[in-house]
Nanobody, 120 residues
Framework: QVQVVESGGGLVQAGGSLRLSCAAS????????MGWYRQVPGNQRELVAA???????NYAESVKGRFTISRDNAKNSVYLQMNSLKPEDTGVYYC??????????????WGQGTQVTVSS
């Protein structure tokens, strides 16, 4: 009932920038939080940055000062501006959206992922 679609990944040299975009659609009544997670082969998916609709943000220590998460609540969208990229930022980036559907049913949905590769 909820579709989450990411875009904006790619290949970039160390020190460069990328901007990821994500939009959630479907029978959404409200969204409580949206965020970005990263996964590399052999590791668990880990939080990169998250934002609540109330305005709170949370970042992984490794990206603080380099990445910025932003929201467009009217479009059910979230963005991740990634600056000063490092090779260790490489991975598949997944967008997550959590909230409520009609009849107070909750949802917790993931996108298909977008590859970010940072070359040294």
């Amino acid at each position: 009932q909820v579709q989450v679609v990411e875009s904006g990944g790619g290949l970039v040299q160390a020190g460069g920038s990328l901007r990821l975009s994500c939009a959630a659609s479907g029978s959404i009544v409200s969204i409580n939080a949206m965020g970005w997670y990263r996964q590399v082969p052999g590791n668990q998916r880990e939080l990169v940055a998250a934002s609540t609709t109330a305005g709170n943000t949370n970042y992984a220590e490794s990206v603080k000062g380099r990445f910025t998460i932003s929201r467009d609540n009217a479009k059910n969208s979230v963005y991740l501006q990634m600056n000063s990229l490092k090779p260790e930022d490489t991975g598949v980036y997944y967008c997550n959206a959590r909230g409520l559907l009609r009849y107070f049913k909750s949802f917790d949905s993931w996108g298909q992922g977008t590859q970010v590769t940072v070359s040294s």
